[in-house]
Structures are given as C-alpha cells and as structure tokens.
C-alpha cells in the first residue's frame, strides 16, 4: 500500500462522506431554477436530469451500505416532485453520510455484484464529488475539496483506479483526458473519469 492509499485508509467512508458533504450541500442549495436546463460536463445530463441522477444514487447508496437490495433501473424526477428538492437532497446526503458510518457498513461485500463493501462506499463517495463539481461548473459556482479533505481525493484516486477499465467499458467513465505538469491531484482525478478539469459551459 502506497502513503497516499494508506492516509486515505485512517478514514472511514463516513467521515470522507462528511468531509465531500460540506462542499456539495453549499452548491446543491445554490442551483438556481434557471440553471435547470444548463449543459453539464456530463454530455448527457443537463443540470436538472444530474441532480435527479445524484439523488438516486444517494438514496440507492444508503441501502448498499446497510447491505439491502438497490435499484438503479428507474431515475425519478424528485426535482420536479416540488420546489423543496434541495433540501430534501441535502437530507437524503446526510442520511447517506449517517448510513455509511453505521457499525459494519464497510464489512464484507455489498451490491448485486458483491463487491467489497468500501469501495462501493467509494463510489457514492465518487458521485457526490464528482458530480457535484459537474454541478458547480455548470451553475458557475467555484469548487474547492480544501486541504482538509486531501484524503477524500487520495481515497477516489485508488478507487478510480480499480474501477477505470469496468467503468470505461461500461461506458460510466470517458476516455482518460490528458492534463498539464503541475496539474493539481483533484484536477487528475477529474482527468480518469474523462472530464476536461477546465470544462466551461
């Protein structure tokens, strides 16, 4: 094990959860209605068909950490359920942090593929990193892990690691992006999901 996975290892996925919560709640409250139908780096969602996507997989996710049954197959439009759809997302992303710090959650396997419990605690991890950036530069919000959550990056980056060549046929993940020296570690780890760090709408 490297000293990046091994810091990353101290943390439980609760905590890295918490840690990724801090920024997305901030940019979740601050998506105006207007932006609902913005462009977003991922080239199939626009803004509203994103956030309706992350809010599956937080409610999906808590499941999986308790090691019940999800179910992917159908995205419902919890945006267009009512104009509290923010806040009922922010609820839903501290119901997964709690989840995920349960006693037991990252024990054993999880998920119809029964994979180890932590990383697919990573991958929700993932999405509320990712995506949430992708929701930040589509609404022109600026977004910032700081240096406190260095551990969330270095926990994703071995993840993203183990997952890439699944994901990418899959096509979950793009084609990796080329980055310049000196990229920063988060910009890197946008680059292997196949995202333009410097993506722009």
């Known amino acids: 094990m490297d000293t990046k996975s091994a810091k990353a290892n101290e943390y439980g996925i ?81 119901k997964l942090v709690a989840a995920w710090s349960a006693p037991g959650a990252e024990d054993g396997v999880t998920g119809a593929m029964n994979m180890p419990a932590r990383l697919v605690g990573s ?14 530069c589509a609404t022109g919000r600026e977004y910032r892990l700081g240096e406190a959550a260095r551990a969330v990056v270095e926990q994703l980056a071995g993840a993203v690691d183990e997952l890439a060549p699944t994901a990418r046929q899959m096509g979950v993940f793009g084609e990796p992006v080329p980055v310049a020296e000196g990229s920063s570690d988060f910009e890197r780890l946008l680059a292997a999901t196949g995202r333009d760090p410097h993506w722009k709408g």
């Open 123 to 136: 991958m929700a991890l993932l999405d509320l990193t990712v995506h949430v950036w992708d929701l930040a």
């Open 14 to 94: 609760g905590e890295l959860l918490g840690m990724a919560r801090e920024r997305a709640v901030p940019v979740v409250r601050g998506i105006p209605d207007a932006a609902l139908a913005a462009p977003t780096p991922c080239a199939e969602y626009d803004v509203k068909t994103l956030v309706n996507h992350l809010f599956q997989v937080v409610v999906q996710f808590q499941k999986l950490a308790a090691k019940e049954a999800s179910d992917f197959g159908e995205t419902p439009d919890r945006v267009g359920a009512g104009p509290d759809w923010r806040e009922r997302l922010a609820d839903e992303i501290d």
